[in-house]
């Protein structure tokens, strides 16, 4: 497994770093693709765990997720998690600019108190694929808001006060 072995996925209302899934879907999509899917779950758990904490609460749900992700790969249909809240995306390569977007969101989704969850993005060919010339790049809810810079906190707060107005 390489180091940039992490995807990120959804377990029910929080996106996740995992390591070393893409591995394991690869080592179980031949030998799973026809078993239960609560057999396909418990494999995944079963690998993940030794790599990556899941919470005994939790394991529901991240069976779920892993099984999600597995019928993805194996071009099975699934059932996508609807995420609640505002969907923020930072796009970036790791840069000290889009950290400090990241941070200064994370800041004002608190002062603001809203269901938010943010994604940074680092992968260049998912940047690639919004179409962005420059980065950090800022996404609410799929619409590109920002390129190349960071946002004065204003506009921050006036862009999420206004995706927030249309979640309720």
């Known amino acids: 497994m390489s180091e940039q072995d992490v995807s990120q996925i959804r377990v029910e209302d929080y996106s996740v770093g995992i390591m070393g899934l893409k591995t394991a879907l690869e080592e179980i999509a031949e030998s799973y693709a026809q078993k239960a899917d609560h057999e396909v779950a418990d494999a995944l758990l079963r690998r993940l765990s030794k790599k990556n904490y899941i919470p005994d609460k939790a394991r529901t749900a991240y069976g779920n997720a892993f099984l999600r992700e597995f019928k993805k790969y194996v071009g099975k249909?699934?059932?996508?998690?609807?995420?609640?809240?505002?969907?923020?995306?930072?796009?970036?390569?790791?840069?000290?600019?889009?950290?400090?977007?990241?941070?200064?969101?994370?800041?004002?989704?608190?002062?603001?108190?809203?269901?938010?969850?943010?994604?940074?993005?680092?992968?260049?060919?998912?940047?690639?694929?919004?179409?962005?010339?420059?980065?950090?790049?800022?996404?609410?809810n799929g619409r590109v808001k920002s390129v190349g810079k960071i946002p004065p906190r204003a506009r921050l707060i006036e862009w999420l006060e206004e995706a927030s107005a249309k979640e309720t």
Not at 106 to 128: F, N, P, R
Request: with cysteine; hydrophobic share 40%; proline share 8%.
């Open 77 to 140: 249909p699934y059932e996508e998690s609807a995420p609640s809240g505002i969907d923020i995306k930072v796009l970036g390569p790791g840069c000290p600019q889009c950290d400090g977007l990241e941070q200064e969101l994370m800041a004002v989704v608190s002062q603001l108190q809203i269901t938010a969850s943010i994604e940074h993005v680092q992968d260049m060919k998912e940047i690639g694929r919004w179409g962005v010339m420059g980065t950090p790049a800022l996404v609410i």
